[in-house]
């Protein structure tokens, strides 16, 4: 079985602009849903193959390696992701004791990057890693508000 691991980063930290409202996070979370290489730098290629709205079927491209990836959201608060590999991915939109609106990735039987036969990276390890690129993905979801594409 592979290693599993979960983030949590606040969406609007003290001084971003704009604030990011839950609609736009989740029409963010879309957005990358059906423009995953913008966002994932380990992607090469992608390619819908079903998109029926909140379920999605698409081809991604990693390296020599090609493989199925069924999702599904539950608008505004969580996109399920199951790849062919085995790997499953949880997006969840959700607010902390102050009412901060909160952006949690999970990560169950496998780490993007991480060979299952390898040692799991230490918490501090991974959060680093993961974190840096859900900070780029909330960035990029900030601008594309600001553009308003979302």
């Known amino acids: 079985m592979g290693h599993s691991f979960a983030i949590t980063r606040p969406v609007n930290p003290l001084g971003a602009l704009p604030v990011l409202t839950e609609e736009q996070l989740w029409k963010g979370l879309e957005y990358k849903l059906r ?71 999970s990560f169950g039987n496998g780490l993007p990057g991480v060979p299952a036969d390898k040692p799991k990276p230490s918490a501090k390890e991974l959060n680093a890693i993961i974190g840096k690129a859900m900070d780029k993905g909330i960035e990029t979801f900030r601008e594309l508000a600001k553009e308003g594409k979302l």
């Open 35 to 105: 423009n995953p290489t913008a966002f994932v730098a380990m992607l090469s290629a992608s390619k819908t193959i079903v998109d029926n709205g909140d379920k999605m079927t698409r081809e991604l491209t990693m390296g020599p390696n090609t493989f199925t990836e069924e999702s599904e959201g539950y608008a505004p608060t969580i996109m399920y992701m199951e790849m062919s590999t085995g790997l499953r991915i949880t997006n969840i939109v959700s607010y902390g004791a102050e009412d901060e609106l909160l952006l949690t990735y």
